[in-house]
């Protein structure tokens, strides 16, 4: 069963602390993003990658870092987490090139930065 | 810029009965595609239909089918036979045409409720 992994459910953090969030796919996918999803806003676009060592600013990448230094895998780093960070991040990937490029999710990872 | 307006936060509807969620999208593109997908409280999104915007035909999956205005630039999921299993959010989203790196752009959800 394709799948996209994500390291961690739950994270409980403090402020100042750096937070790694780790992404992992195993369907060969170019494609990689990371989505905040909070209540009443929908999923918001983060950082994307469509190839290793490329990343793309999405729409709120303010205090976001990410890394792709291998295909399967895409990291969010946030390197002072604050508590406005709280939140759940999802992971997606998809495939490049012809069709419509359907996005696949992991579990997401629920952040709380006290 | 793409948006994607999902205007019903909640609604509920009867087991065995049928609901219809409603979406909008703002886009001057003419090749596109368009998805619904949901998400189980607590477990992974997963993807319940799509839409490509040069098909005049609406998409159907099983008991999940869409009405693509595409005039008016609507997109809306009609649920038949609602089951206990539908309840979840439910959300919208929008690509354009596949490239490397496209986004997709998603609307904030609607939470379906199914009252046994």
């Known amino acids: 069963d394709v799948k996209v992994t994500q390291s961690s459910r739950y994270l409980v953090k403090r402020t100042g602390e750096k937070v790694f969030l780790e992404c992992v796919q195993d369907m060969d996918h170019e494609n990689m993003f990371w989505y905040r999803q909070d209540p009443g806003l929908g999923l918001r676009l983060i950082y994307f990658s469509y190839d290793v060592k490329m990343k793309e600013k999405g729409d709120i990448p303010e205090g976001y870092s990410v890394s792709r230094e291998k295909k399967e895998r895409f990291s969010l780093i946030l390197e002072s987490a604050s508590t406005n960070q709280t939140s759940m991040y999802l992971c997606?990937?998809?495939?490049?090139?012809?069709?419509?490029?359907?996005?696949?999710f992991g579990a997401g990872s629920r952040l709380t930065v006290l | 810029a793409q948006t994607v307006t999902q205007s019903q936060p909640e609604m509920s509807v009867q087991e065995a009965e049928t609901v219809t969620l409603s979406c909008t999208y703002d886009t001057s593109e003419s090749d596109y595609y368009l998805f619904w997908y949901k998400q189980p409280p607590s477990r992974q999104m997963i993807l319940v239909i799509r839409q490509e915007a040069y098909k005049q035909q609406n998409a159907t999956e099983n008991r999940f089918s869409v009405n693509f205005q595409k005039a008016a630039k609507s997109f809306s999921l009609k649920i038949s036979d609602s089951q206990l299993g539908d309840a979840a959010m439910y959300f919208c989203?929008?690509?354009?045409?596949?490239?490397?790196?496209?986004?997709?752009?998603f609307g904030t959800g609607t939470s379906l409720t199914v009252i046994p």
């Open positions: 989203a929008y690509t354009l045409s596949p490239n490397t790196g496209n986004q997709f752009y």
């Open positions: 997606a990937s998809s495939h490049a090139g012809a069709g419509a490029n359907v996005l696949t």
